[in-house]
């Protein structure tokens, strides 16, 4: 099957239906317990470690993220170069980052149209992928 934008939205299934709900799931039990118990020092240090867990693992989602935005950036970059023989700093300095995420999905033909389109008109990035015909999969976003 091919990607397009109404299927090209990727979840994790061991991170959004394993990890996060018992995350989640401890973090209530612990507080139940907390508010529930008589001695508190023992159900405070459960709060506390489910919390600690909990971080960890929004803060290693965030940082797989924050990598692939990364490299997508430098993927527009380097694709607009080779298209243009130009760097993509002017363009990029007036597109939001989640424009340039869109952008992304963008085939050759036409993403330069499209770049000039997203600075002119303001559009969001639901705007962008909508806008585009010639869908370029990207099947390792997580």
Known sequence: MSQNF??????NPFHHFVITPLTVGLLVWSVIRLVNEED??????????????????LIARSYA???????????IRQRYFHLTGTTFTEKEKQLKLSQIIALRFAGDQELLPLIDRSISEKL??????KAINDWL????RV
């Not at 159900?43 to 960890?56: C, D, R, T, Y």
């Not at 969001?124 to 992928?129: E, L, P």
């Not at 999969?137 to 390792?140: A, F, G, T």
């Open 40 to 57: 508190k020092s023992i159900a405070l240090w459960m709060v506390l470690a489910s919390l600690a867990l909990a971080a960890i693992a």
């Open 124 to 129: 969001s990035s639901t705007d962008i992928k």
């Open 65 to 75: 993220l924050k990598n692939q935005d990364r490299i997508i950036r430098m993927e």
């Open 6 to 11: 109404k299927n090209h939205k990727r979840l």
């Open 137 to 140: 999969p990207d099947e390792n």
